[in-house]
Structures are given as structure tokens and as C-alpha cells.
């Protein structure tokens, strides 16, 4: 923009004076804040400081181009490099003073604010923030509960030099966003001293299905967006025009103004902790704004609100950029809400609705009776099955939780699934046609049509993934479902699990040894390796050796010599079972050998169940022996037992490249708890203090000595556990294909929540 027609440009607008073709003015939060105060939606008064404002700075103080020199030669993949040029350009703009015209701009908005001047919000809104097909948000500064013509000048002035911070620079390097083109403006909006607050997503997500999902808690909404609270989830059925779910959550603090300036973090009383924060009217009014906003903007929207008293306010509206394509309701199709007669309740493990004739198995010889589009109902699941798992529609257990072999493998899958109903296979009957709904773990009587399936893998935010300095990955365990991972933007396999590939040729490792057979077991996993490999280019995927139970081998052609243990989950599994029948072990190392050696650099290879580095020292041993370039290969381990997380700096000194939590069996043998039998399921705990202190003593050690760490057990795919290992300082996460987006999320808002604590801090 020229210097003449930018000084043609007001320092000010209105959001009366708003419209969405004025982004390049005010950003896409004032952009979106105009149009929906012209929908008469009860959006707080606000006035935006345009971008011209911004670029007024920089040149008429002179600093324009030294920002931007000081940008043009930085290398954001060098993390010192780019934190120390953040810090010396946000340092250049705070150096200088405002313009005068545009201080007195400024103060004379805020004057007409109110008589004595208004306590407001001064939140960043970058030209580039908020568009469907690029998110910025949460990349710059807001600051709460400012009063005051100095102090609020001061916050404007800290949302410019927001706009170079570390995060936001690299954000916009990765998303080919030219520097020199994103400006920002700043909006100055009454602040609402909000009793509830929180998001609402006008439709489902992650499905598109047309739920409006409300999420509320005490106090101010930064609560919420921060992720420094559990907020409670309400589930608003757009259809039937009722709350259909809500889960109330403990909410221990909530965050209020304090004083003249910022806010503090206030805990909640015993009651208010458990107390529900919205009535159903409550939610039914949010999700009639929702809609309001959702049928202008034509495309499903993110958006944050208050409540003081019976008042509702619309803070903010955003479109909604990690969603699959929405759900399109076949014609008749009922309500999820109102399917039928219930039969039995579990737990919700893989999301969807299927109906078809039930399948009862009980032996894995059973599943020779499975056709394309039975129900599989079992006791529970195991790897012999997974051939059948692929056939069905839906899978339903007696026991298991979200972490058992049925949850993990129907999500990757994409299969709905009901675990834990104690008593599927005696209540149900082979035959009986039944509906299975895998989101909210219920069993209906006879076959109800439902929507069609969402479009796999489809999503609105493939162009341009939320970016996190925490890299998220995939767990992977079957090859067909590499390009499913893949669509996810996960930044790699933190988990590729081999057993299905050789439990699924129904002969155990040890019969193509004893059959001259070798080449055919290699060739077989050397392609599905390569299958995921191909899906995943340029990115890291870590391949778990073999870690198959004896029981899970003994109903294979090869199998009738498997030792009976009374555990086997504690028995001859994982590198003690590879270390001790080279031959097995030889097979698996020759597929990787073939990989490498055909240019799959990123492959690493990671030794499970290793309780000791003699272990790992002797499997590195064995492989150079075979052939392999140890130097070069990229070996890991789990962290799976107890004693790898307390002997880890001798794990690093014997020469691991990587290494990865295994929550799921590192809680159960923690605590002495099996997470799969139903007495003492509700005493599995990943937040135990003693997991997690050895994972943090873990992860402490690990980036001391520049060795990554990850996790990819099911706490790797749970919102609340990633934000606190993020915290920790974990290098990667790993989790299941259906949370790698509500995972990268939290991963956002918690490095958000870091930034801004340091921020405060240095402020």
C-alpha cells in the first residue's frame, strides 16, 4: 500500500462500521466482530485500531525496514536463531513511541467507550487470523481487564510487537505467508465480566454431524481457551432441539479480573467445582447464536461467549478448520438420540453408528463364520480376530476400556465399537440384528438407518494443519489405514505396530523358520512397512519390534509349541522373546535392512518391554552382526516398565536415538493393575503420581541429553494428559488416528498458555 492513500486510511473503526471485505483493515477477529454486531448479535461495543495504524508505526518511526531485514535472513528451523531475532525485533517496536495522531486516535475511541473510561479487552487480530483456510489464532497477545489511557496504549502497543513473536514468525515461514504482507490491527472491546464463559462449536468437530457442542466454565473465558481448566460438554442436537449428552467435569479454578489490571486465578469452593455451569436453556440459546453465525458465514464456526446473569455475549467467531466434510442425513434417517429400544450400555470406543446381525465369538474359530457386514460380539478381542475386525460393521465386547486391543484397533479402523458392556455375549443372540452406537456406547434392538459416514480423511484443514513446536503423531497398526494416518497431517508414525502384519498370516514366526520359509515372512513384512513408509515421506516412522503374547501365537498353524503362561502379559513377549529366538528376530531385521537400503532413511526401529540396556546393547549387537549399520540406524526403546524409566541416562548412554512411552502397560505394571479385568478397571490411573513421576524424571533426562521423547499409549491420545506432558516439556505425542486433531489442538493451546505465562512473566 502506498504512503498516500494509507494516510487516507482511519486509524479507527467501529465495529458498526464493519464489514468482512474490511480484513485487510481490521483482521479477521474485528472482520468477524462487525458482521456479527450486523446480525444483531449481542457482540460487547468494541473499536479496532486498523492495520494502517500499525503500518503508520513502523514508518513513521522508522523501523519498518529493519524488521523486516532482520526477518528476511532468519532460518526459523533454527530454534535459537529464531527466538533470539523475535525477541530483538518485538524489542525494536516496544523501543519507540506511538505517533501522537494515533495516540490521540486511540484515546478519543476509548473516551466515548464511557464517561470515565472502560475496563476492556485489547485482543490482536492479524490480517491473515481467522481465515477458513488459514488459522493465526492464538499466534498474538490479548490482554484483559486493561483501564486507563496509559495502560491501554501500552496493550496495543504489545499486540504489534505480538505479531513477531517466535511462534507466529515461524507460523507464517511454514505457511508461505510473506512477512512484509500481514499486518495487524487491534481490538478494543468492553470486557465482560463473565460468570460462565466458554466455546461453541456449531456442528460436531471432528464428524460435521449437526451437533452444537458447548463447553462452559466459571469465570472469564480464558479459562477455557487457555486449557488451564476442564470445562463441562454439553451436546446440543440441532434436530430434535435438546441437550442429548453433557458431562459435568471437576472445574477446580476460574480466572476473574484483578484489581486495575490482568487477572488472577481464583479456586472454586467444593460445590462450585462439581456444580453444572449451563441449564439447558442456557445451551439451547448459545446453539440458536451458533446457528445464527454458522447460516451467515455458510460454514460450520468456533465461537467463544459470556454469560453475566441472563445475558448471553458473542466474543468471538471463527470458522471451524479441522472438520471432515459434515454428514449428509440419508432421507428418514432417525436421530442418533432416538434410535430405538435399548439392550445394553458400555463404553463409547470407536465413534459411529452401524447396524447388521450379531456374530457371537467365542473361540477365534468362531470368526470363520463372520461375513462382510456381521456384528462381532466377544468376550474380547485379540489379534487373531483382527482379520474378522476387518469384515464387520461394528465390534462389541464384555470388557476393555478405551485402551484395550477392540478400542484401538475399531478407531483405526474407523469402525464403531461398544467396550465393556459385561454382558454382551449372553445378552445378545447369534442372529439378532442389533444397531451399535460407538459415540455413546449404546446397543439398540433391531436395524436403524443412520446418517451416512463422514468422508474419510477429507478435511477442510489439510492445506494448512495448526502448526505446534510439539510435533503430534500417529499410532499405526494396520498398513490399509496408512493413508487414513496420513490424512490426519500427523507428523509422523510415533507407533507402527508390527503384530497384525504377522499375526494376520496365521502362521507363527517360528513355522517359517522350521519350513524354510524365512523369505516369504520378510517379503510379507517388508510390504506392509513400506506401505506406511510411502504414506508418511520425509517423516519420522518409529517401527515396533514384535511384541505378541505367547496366547496370541497358540492359535496359529505353528503355535501348539508356545509355552502355557499363567500371564503372558507379563511373560515371553517383546525384545526378551526376540533375544532369546534370533531366528524370529533375524526375519524382522532383514525387512528393515531391505528398507533402509531402498532409501527409507526415516525408519527407526524400537525395541518394546526392555527393562534393562544389556537388552538393548545385546539387540544392537545381534543387528550389526546382521549387517546393519548401527551408526547410522535410528534405534529407540519403550518406556514401558518402570525400571526403563529409572535406568533411562544409561538407556542414553548405550545409544538410544529415541525413546517412547508405553502408558498402557507402563500404568498397569506401575500400579499392579490389569486395565483389561473389569474388578479393578477403575483403578487404572495414567495420572497416578508415581507414573507420572517416572515419566517426567523420563522426559527431564531425555532433553538433557537431546534425545527425543514421546508417548503413544492411549494417554498419548487424551487432551488433558498431552497438555500436561507438553507442559513437562515432551518432545512429540503420538495418538490414535481419530485424536490426532483434537490432539494437535490441545497441543496449541497449551503451548499457547506457556507462551503467554512467559510473556506475563517478562512483562
Not at 472445574?251 to 467444593?270: A, F, H, Q, S
Not at 488433558?720 to 497441543?747: C, F, K, P, Q, Y
Request: aromatic fraction near 6%; charge should be negative.
Amino acid at each position: 500500500m502506498c504512503g498516500a492513500s494509507m494516510k487516507e486510511m482511519p486509524n479507527i473503526l467501529w465495529l458498526e462500521e464493519i464489514k468482512k471485505e474490511d480484513i485487510v483493515s481490521v483482521g479477521g477477529k474485528g472482520a468477524s466482530l462487525g458482521e456479527m454486531t450486523s446480525l444483531g448479535l449481542p457482540v460487547p461495543k468494541a473499536f479496532v485500531v486498523t492495520a494502517q495504524a500499525f503500518r503508520k508505526f513502523l514508518i513513521e518511526k522508522g523501523i519498518e525496514d529493519t524488521i523486516f531485514r532482520r526477518l528476511e535472513r532468519l532460518d526459523v528451523d533454527d530454534n535459537d536463531s529464531l527466538e533470539s531475532v523475535s525477541r530483538e525485533v518485538q524489542n525494536i517496536v516496544l523501543s519507540v513511541d506511538i505517533p501522537d495522531h494515533i495516540k490521540r486516535d486511540i484515546v478519543d475511541a476509548y473516551a466515548r467507550m464511557g464517561a470515565n473510561g472502560e475496563v476492556v479487552a485489547v485482543r490482536s487480530s492479524a490480517t491473515a487470523e481467522d481465515l477458513p483456510e488459514a488459522s493465526f489464532a492464538g499466534q498474538q497477545e490479548t490482554f484483559l481487564n486493561v483501564l486507563g489511557d496509559d495502560d491501554l496504549l501500552e496493550a496495543v502497543q504489545r499486540c504489534w510487537a505480538s505479531l513477531y513473536g517466535a511462534r507466529a514468525i515461524y507460523y507464517r515461514a511454514k505457511q508461505g505467508f510473506d512477512d512484509r504482507g500481514v499486518n495487524i490491527a487491534v481490538v478494543v472491546q468492553d470486557l465482560i465480566r463473565s460468570e460462565k464463559s466458554g466455546v461453541l462449536f456449531t456442528s460436531h468437530p471432528v464428524t460435521g454431524e449437526p451437533l452444537t457442542i458447548v463447553e462452559g466454565s466459571w469465570g472469564l473465558g480464558e479459562a477455557v481457551v487457555s486449557g488451564s481448566v476442564s470445562p463441562d460438554n454439553y451436546v446440543f442436537d440441532l434436530r430434535s432441539g435438546r441437550v442429548v449428552d453433557r458431562l459435568i467435569a471437576e472445574k477446580e479454578i476460574m480466572i476473574v479480573p484483578e484489581g486495575e489490571r490482568g487477572v488472577k486465578t481464583v479456586n472454586l469452593t467444593p460445590e462450585e467445582r462439581i456444580a453444572p455451569v449451563l441449564s439447558d436453556d442456557e445451551v439451547a440459546r448459545l446453539a440458536t447464536f451458533g446457528k445464527i453465525a454458522e447460516e451467515h458465514y455458510g460454514v460450520p464456526q468456533d465461537i467463544e461467549w459470556a454469560i453475566v446473569g441472563d445475558e448471553i455475549f458473542i466474543l468471538q467467531s471463527r470458522p471451524i478448520t479441522t472438520i471432515r466434510q459434515p454428514d449428509i442425513p440419508r432421507a428418514g434417517a432417525k436421530p442418533a438420540s432416538t434410535l430405538g429400544e435399548v439392550l445394553l450400555e458400555g463404553q463409547g470406543a470407536s465413534p459411529g453408528i452401524a447396524s447388521g446381525r450379531v456374530v457371537i465369538v467365542r473361540d477365534v474359530r468362531d470368526t470363520s463364520t463372520i461375513e462382510e457386514g456381521d456384528i462381532l460380539v466377544t468376550r474380547m478381542t485379540n489379534p487373531d480376530m483382527v482379520p474378522a475386525m476387518r469384515r464387520v460393521r461394528a465390534i462389541v465386547t464384555d470388557e476393555g476400556g478405551m485402551t484395550c486391543h477392540a478400542a484401538i484397533v475399531s478407531r483405526e479402523l474407523g469402525t464403531p465399537a461398544v467396550v465393556g458392556t459385561k454382558k454382551a455375549t449372553k445378552t445378545l443372540q447369534d442372529g439378532q440384528v442389533i444397531t451399535v452406537d460407538g459415540e455413546k456406547g449404546i446397543i439398540y434392538e433391531g436395524a436403524v438407518e443412520a446418517p451416512a459416514p463422514a468422508a474419510q480423511a477429507t478435511t477442510v484443514a489439510a492445506a494448512a494443519p495448526i502448526v505446534t513446536g510439539t510435533l503430534v503423531k500417529v499410532n499405526v497398526s494396520l498398513p490399509e489405514a496408512a493413508e487414513r494416518a496420513a490424512a490426519t497431517g500427523a507428523d509422523g508414525v510415533g507407533l507402527l505396530r508390527i503384530e497384525h502384519l504377522i499375526l494376520g498370516l496365521a502362521k507363527t514366526p517360528g513355522w517359517y523358520v522350521e519350513h524354510g520359509e524365512e523369505e516369504t515372512f520378510i517379503n510379507e513384512l517388508y510390504t506392509g512397512i513400506k506401505t506406511v513408509l510411502d504414506a508418511f515421506p520425509g517423516k519420522s516412522v518409529w517401527v515396533r519390534t514384535l511384541d505378541a503374547p505367547t496366547d496370541e501365537f497358540r492359535n496359529m498353524e505353528g503355535g501348539e509349541v508356545e509355552p502355557i503362561e499363567h500371564n503372558p502379559m507379563l511373560g515371553w513377549r517383546g525384545i526378551r522373546r526376540d533375544l532369546k529366538s534370533p531366528e524370529q528376530f533375524r526375519m524382522q531385521v532383514e525387512a528393515f535392512k531391505r528398507l533402509w537400503a531402498a532409501g527409507y532413511s526415516n525408519l527407526g526401529v524400537m525395541f518394546p518391554l526392555v527393562n534393562h540396556p544389556a537388552e538393548f546393547i545385546q539387540a544392537r549387537a545381534m543387528m550389526k552382526e546382521w549387517g546393519v549399520d548401527v551408526e547410522k540406524a535410528i534405534l529407540g526403546v519403550m518406556i514401558e516398565v518402570p525400571s526403563s524409566a529409572i535406568l533411562i541416562e544409561d538407556f542414553i548412554k548405550a545409544g538410544i536415538r529415541f525413546a517412547s512411552f508405553g502408558t498402557n502397560d507402563l500404568v498397569q505394571y506401575t500400579l499392579a493393575i490389569d486395565r483389561n479385568n473389569e474388578h479393578v478397571a477403575d483403578m487404572y490411573e495414567p495420572e497416578h503420581p508415581a507414573v507420572l513421576w517416572l515419566i517426567d524424571y523420563a522426559i527431564r533426562a531425555c532433553r538433557e541429553h537431546g534425545v527425543e521423547c514421546s508417548i503413544c499409549g492411549q494417554a498419548g491420545s487424551d487432551p488433558d494428559m498431552v497438555a500436561w506432558l507438553v507442559g513437562h516439556g515432551i518432545t512429540s505425542v503420538s495418538a490414535n488416528i481419530d485424536a490426532v486433531v483434537r490432539i494437535r489442538e490441545a497441543v496449541a493451546r497449551k503451548e499457547r498458555q506457556i507462551l503467554l505465562d512467559a510473556a506475563r512473566r517478562n512483562a
